[in-house]
Nanobody, 125 residues
């Protein structure tokens, strides 16, 4: 059974930094791609950053967030710097099985097969 477990969420002040982690277990495939999404209260879930060899970022986090992964440990990271109150949200990691095609856009939730339970990030002004 595939499991994704996020950690690292916290409450910080504006301008602070956090590093989120997502540990993957139970997935034995050699090909996969991963992403970070977030959902603020009362809003739809949105893609933040994703990695499939190369990386992509939402415009709102470019230059502030960095996605990376440790393939050997099957762990995904999101380094978040210069945090703003509008970054406040529940952050989820997601795993897509196999090879990603053009029919599986990185910021489309339906491209992914498994999700973590989320970790809360709260940024106060």
């Amino acid at each position: 059974q595939v499991q994704l477990v996020e950690s690292g969420g916290d409450s910080v002040q504006s301008g602070g930094s956090l590093r989120l982690s997502c540990a993957v277990s139970g997935y034995t495939g050699s090909r996969y791609f991963m992403g970070w999404f977030r959902q603020a209260h009362g809003k739809e879930r949105e893609g933040v950053a994703a990695i499939d060899g190369s990386t992509i970022y939402a415009d709102s986090v470019k230059g502030r967030f960095t996605i990376s992964q440790d393939n050997a440990k099957k762990t995904l990271f999101l380094q978040m710097n210069s945090l703003k109150p509008e970054d406040t949200a529940m952050y989820y990691c997601a795993l897509g099985f196999g090879v990603r095609t053009k029919w599986r856009p990185l910021f489309n939730e339906n491209s992914y097969n498994d999700w973590g339970q989320g970790t809360q990030v709260t940024v106060s002004s």
